[in-house]
């Protein structure tokens, strides 16, 4: 028994003379950890939340991010609650590259409490500490006043849409801010005046707004709200009982993007957990201005389909993506095929893949 209690009491002191280690191997110091193969679980597992940068030392746009993230790392490093910054050199680490599907550079993460989501925020050092907040902040934010919701407003900034309940508790919402945290902001406004009315373009609460700061759009959801309550809206019986929460979910869904989405790499990570159909059209240059009118003509198409994602790119912006729709010199553009995301679209009526 002797024997037994002093092999507990051995292992004990190797537990905690781990853990010490592990921990006394990193310091919350405002500079930016390189992790490596043999570190970079003990360093995931220390830190509540790391924001991690998979580079490549021969990569043109890691070069451009690495000073933004030593500006951003001492900031961040003070918050209440800090993020820790790290990078991990993943075309020397191969094994780490191909655990965390790791195909592009650079290929950013937040860890939070050990779980990994996709960072497709900003990279100016500024921006990204101000987006970085917002993933320490609540899942859903309370407004209580006309400055609460401007204040949060501007603080989320433009890259990302931002919904605001009106009128409702932040329970109807807080599973929804929980599954889409990495792809927009979520808050509800207790109390506000009849100019926020206004300025949303709502007459009646509940509501939901949606908001594209950098795409200047609005949309506004009037419910139902009724969590988990199912209904026929025909009473016909025949027809399938639809959930209220589907409902809100839809439009919580199909206001993630613009009415017109312009197509570059981003967008298309985003998109590929879109179900809908792609509505894509492409263009010789979409600054034109011949082309920014066919955008508004898309925008206006956009908001009778929802069920569909409009988008559009330019030749002259990213001409590699747009020649994988077999464009050829007598292809007269603009061109429109409606896209799975994946390999196949449809043409002139026809199926390609």
Known sequence: MKLILLALSIFLSLQQSISSSSSNQFAIDG?????????FDAAIST?????????????????????ELDKAAPILAGLKE???IAKVNADQFTRLAKRFDIDGFPTLKVFMH??????????KADLLVRYLKKFVAPDVAVLNSDSGISDFIEAAGTDFPIYVGFGLNESVIS???IKYKKKAW???AKDFTDDVMVLYDFDKVPALASVHPNYNERSIFYGPFEAGKCFNQNLDMNLPVLNTDQFLEDFVKQNLFPLAVPINYEALKLLKDDERKIVLTIMEDAEDEKCKELIKLLKAAASANRDLVFGYVGVKQWEDFAETFELTKKTKLPKMVVWDGNEEYFSDGKPHS
């Open 47 to 67: 830190f509540d939340y790391i924001f991690v940068d998979f580079y490549a030392p021969w990569c043109g746009h890691c070069k451009r991010l690495s000073p």
């Open 175 to 177: 599973d929804l801010a």
């Open 82 to 84: 800090p993020i820790v």
């Open 186 to 188: 979520f808050s509800v």
């Open 114 to 123: 050990g779980i990994p989501t996709e960072y497709y925020g900003p990279r």
């Open 31 to 39: 500079k930016v950890l390189e992790l490596t193969e043999s570190n």
